[in-house]
């Protein structure tokens, strides 16, 4: 069960990193952010980044083998960067749907499905 907790915390914390790192880029068309400077901006999305970790930290705790879990470091910085190109898109596709996805973006994130496989291949 450690492994399940661990990747769900892992695709929350993902969430609020993401919205961290693209979210202000649709600022501009809240009315209340569109004239901040670019500390401001820093600081908001530092204050979002502020709950990844919350999420983050224990999702890495609970996965890793030294504290009982079930992966490897490196099996776990595999699965969280999967789950981050997963919420990246879907982030993508509902909040900025001018953005296109091509057929080399579809071959890259195979292969990065390969990767996962044989890292966890024994």
Excluded: C, D
């Excluded at 969430?15 to 202000?24: E, V």
Aim: proline letters at 2%; charged letters at 15%.
């Amino acid at each position: 069960m450690k492994g399940v907790y661990s990747i769900v915390l892992l695709v929350v914390s993902n969430a609020f990193m993401t919205m961290a790192w693209y979210g202000h880029l649709k600022f501009k068309e809240l009315k209340w952010f569109e004239n901040l400077g670019l500390i401001s901006i820093i600081l908001i999305s530092w204050g979002i980044a502020l709950f990844e970790y919350f999420f983050q930290v224990p999702a890495n705790r609970l996965g890793y083998k030294a504290y009982g879990g079930p992966f490897s470091l490196v099996e776990l910085k595999v699965i969280q960067e999967v789950i981050t190109l997963v919420v990246f898109m879907a982030f993508t596709f509902l909040f900025f749907k001018n953005e296109s996805f091509r057929w080399n973006h579809l071959v890259g994130f195979g292969f990065l499905l390969l990767a996962v496989y044989f890292i966890f291949k024994k």
